[in-house]
Nanobody, 120 residues
Framework: QVQLVESGGGLVQAGGSLRLSCAAS????????MGWYRQAPGKQRELVAA???????NYADSVKGRFTISRDNAKNTVYLQMNSLKPEDTAVYYC??????????????WGQGTLVTVSS
């Protein structure tokens, strides 16, 4: 059983910072990519940032220059450093992992979500 556990969400004022973390656990052979998505009320879930096993990254245009995604391969953990937060960043943030399980079966796994609220 593979699971992702997110932490670090909360309430912050506009202009502030938060650091989200997501740890993958269970029987994992390899992780191809991990990323962060977010979903605001009444809106579609959207990709915020992703990082591949090779270290390449991509970001939504709305967060470029403000958010940084990083990965600790030894801990199977991905982080999202969020700076200069804006009220429009308010959403539930979900961690995602594209991985090969110990059974060699491909899995796409989602975390439970962590709420980020940015006040003005």
């Amino acid at each position: 059983q593979v699971q992702l556990v997110e932490s670090g969400g909360g309430l912050v004022q506009a202009g502030g910072s938060l650091r989200l973390s997501c740890a993958a656990s269970g029987s994992i052979f390899s992780i191809n990519a991990m990323g962060w998505y977010r979903q605001a009320p009444g809106k579609q879930r959207e990709l915020v940032a992703a990082i591949t096993s090779g270290g390449s990254t991509n970001y939504a245009d709305s967060v470029k220059g403000r958010f940084t995604i990083s990965r600790d391969n030894a801990k199977n953990t991905v982080y999202l450093q969020m700076n200069s937060l804006k009220p429009e960043d308010t959403a539930v943030y979900y961690c995602n992992a594209d991985l090969i399980a110990g059974s060699y079966r491909y899995l796409e796994v989602w975390g439970q979500g962590t709420l980020v609220t940015v006040s003005s």
